[in-house]
């Protein structure tokens, strides 16, 4: 359609506290979700994981409004996207997760581990997957990463080697020791001495 | 730095801390966000399939037995970049409250009515050149506890996706005229008033259906690539 430049973006509004209904539905009410938190496809390859945390505010309370959004490559490090001219087409894996935290703040993904993707010269990324928060209170919503304290890779990434040494571990999801599947740990702090790194991008 | 998306383009986007709107004071971050370069991370996007969205998803009022009360409307608009340019088959979601300003959400007290023909859920997909189109009904207007007497103005939320993860877009679209406009610290956390107006839809009276629903129009402009042409997803 040719219509007139606009002379600007939609501004972002808050998803408010009443969102669960619409957007994350997750049984509790009349309407169906279009997402959800498990990732996985019975034909997908990879690593089976599960990433959960908390998120929690300025004053250390969880936030139990809160929602999620990941959007992640395979574990060939292809995006479920034609604007990845690399993608295969071989897996029904889209790479796009939602989440509600729940009355604890708590949340949790089931995906699988990603691979490495480029970064714009061609230099692998190590393994990460892109997290969007939204909640009652936020304005707009943030954007940061999940990295993994397992992989060798994170002392190359392009983008952890923006962000200072000390505020590193707030991106980097831990292993969680002696669980049956394997799991990862990262709490989300929208505020505070333990603020998580979010990104202006 | 050259990004795709220009960083620019998020001034029209309110301040994370706007202390008017008292939840945002202990959930804005203090520290600096760190710029990126934008990579195939954040340039890429989901792609939803028609399982989606199905044939009444955007039918708000025929979800029950019966029909829900209140002024039956339709919604519609465009979806485009900065450019100008359409969005195609994106994923438009909205929420919202009865007619009586209560959503069926559990934590809301409000004692207003809940309609049993009314969830207050839909979901569209915008067409081969950007459009979509919902029927709902006009939500009302209600209290909240921000501040003495705060009301919201009437507002539908809306979730809409882009080409991009980075181009995602959560907003609240207004009705023309609200009286309750200059006491909402919600829609004037948006400081610049062309960038509120953009919030606020029109009237269509063209596209009303006589004897049957008024229509109102709110065009959704995302994030853009730049000037240069971009392909559309499939």
């Not at chain 1, 309370?61 to 990845?84: H, T, Y």
């Not at chain 1, 087409?89 to 935290?101: A, L, M, Y």
């Not at chain 1, 397992?150 to 962000?163: G, I, K, S, Y």
Request: net charge negative; with cysteine; glycine share 8%.
């Amino acid at each position: 359609m040719s219509e007139q430049r606009p002379d600007g973006i939609t501004p972002s509004q808050t998803v408010g506290p009443y969102f669960k209904y619409g957007l994350t539905p997750n049984g509790e009410y009349a309407w169906n979700d279009a997402f959800t938190n498990n990732l996985i496809t019975p034909d997908v390859s990879g690593e089976r994981i599960r990433v959960e945390g908390t998120v929690f505010d300025g004053d250390g309370v969880p936030v139990p409004d809160c929602m999620l959004e990941i959007w992640q490559a395979d574990a060939q490090g292809r995006f479920s996207d034609p604007q990845d001219a690399r993608a295969l087409p071989n897996s029904s894996f889209k790479g796009f997760g939602r989440v509600g935290t729940d009355a604890n703040g708590r949340y949790s993904f089931d995906t699988i581990k990603p691979g490495q993707v480029p970064d714009p010269d061609g230099k692998p990324q190590a393994p990460h997957i892109l997290l969007a928060v939204y909640a009652r209170g936020m304005l707009l919503h943030l954007y940061t990463r999940i990295y993994f304290d397992d992989e060798t890779a994170n002392t190359e990434d392009p983008v952890l080697a923006l962000v200072p040494a000390d505020r590193r571990a707030t991106l980097i999801a831990k292993r969680k020791a002696g669980a049956a599947n394997p799991a990862y740990v990262l709490d989300i702090h929208l505020q505070g001495d333990n603020e998580t790194v979010f990104f202006d991008v | 730095m050259t990004l795709l998306y220009p960083l620019q383009s998020l001034a029209a986007h309110p301040p994370r801390l706007s202390p008017g709107y008292r939840s945002t004071v202990k959930r804005s971050p203090q520290k600096p966000l760190i710029p990126i370069r934008q990579t195939l991370s954040e340039l890429t996007g989901p792609v939803y399939g028609h399982e989606t969205v199905r044939e009444n998803d955007h039918d708000l009022t025929i979800q029950h037995k019966g029909e829900p009360l209140g002024e039956r409307i339709i919604v519609h608009g465009h979806v485009r970049d900065e450019d100008g340019r359409g969005v195609p088959n994106a994923l438009v979601e909205l929420w919202q409250a009865n007619a009586c300003g209560r959503y069926v959400h559990v934590v809301d007290q409000h004692p207003a009515p809940l309609d049993p023909n009314f969830t207050g859920a839909g979901r569209a997909q915008t067409d081969a050149s950007g459009y979509y189109r919902f029927v709902t009904i006009k939500p009302g207007a209600y209290p909240w506890g921000n501040h003495h007497n705060a009301w919201r103005p009437a507002h539908i939320h809306f979730s809409v996706f882009g080409h991009a993860f980075i181009s995602r877009l959560v907003t609240q679209m207004y009705f023309p005229g609200d009286p309750l406009f200059p006491f909402d610290p919600i829609f004037n956390s948006v400081t610049d008033e062309k960038a509120r107006a953009r919030m606020i839809s029109s009237f269509d009276l063209e596209n009303t259906q006589p004897e049957w629903a008024l229509c109102y129009r709110f065009n959704i402009v995302l994030r853009g690539r730049n000037a240069t042409p971009m392909e559309n997803k499939q």
